[in-house]
Nanobody, 125 residues
C-alpha cells in the first residue's frame, strides 16, 4: 500500500521559513518523480514544484522561484520543500504527489498517481 505522508506545516510570520517533508512508503521511491502542489481556500489545487527521480532536474511555478527549493533523499524515501521568504499568499494546504517515471518533470495534477493527505501552511502578515 502506497503512502505519502507530509509534515512540517504550521503557522509562520511573513518573511519566515518552513521546511515540508513528505515520507513515502510502499513504492520504489527512486523510480518516482515527485511534486508539491498547494490549495488555498476557494481555489483550485496548483502546481508548486517538481523534481525528477534522481534530483537532477527541478521545476518551479514562477511565484515561488528563488524562494522555494525542492529536494529529495532517495535513501530516506523523502522529498522536501524548503520555503523561505514566505508571504501571506503562500497560505494553503500543501500536498506532495508521486508519478512513476524516470526522467520527466510533471506539472499537471492528472499526471500524478499518488497523493498525500496534505499539511497546512499559514503565513501571517
Amino acid at each position: 500500500q502506497v503512502q505519502l505522508v507530509e509534515s512540517g506545516g504550521g503557522l509562520v510570520q511573513a518573511g519566515g521559513s518552513l521546511r515540508l517533508s513528505c515520507a513515502a512508503s510502499g513504492l520504489t521511491f527512486r523510480t518516482y518523480a515527485m511534486g508539491w502542489f498547494r490549495q488555498a481556500p476557494g481555489k483550485e489545487r496548483e502546481f508548486v514544484a517538481a523534481i525528477t527521480w534522481s534530483g537532477g532536474n527541478t521545476y518551479y511555478v514562477d511565484s515561488v522561484k528563488g524562494r522555494f527549493t525542492i529536494s529529495r533523499d532517495n535513501a530516506k524515501n523523502t522529498v522536501y520543500l524548503q520555503m523561505n521568504s514566505l508571504k501571506a499568499e503562500d497560505t494553503a494546504v500543501y500536498y506532495c504527489a508521486g508519478d512513476r517515471n524516470i526522467g520527466w518533470i510533471r506539472v499537471r495534477r492528472d499526471e500524478y498517481e499518488y497523493w498525500g493527505q496534505g499539511t497546512q501552511v499559514t503565513v501571517s502578515s
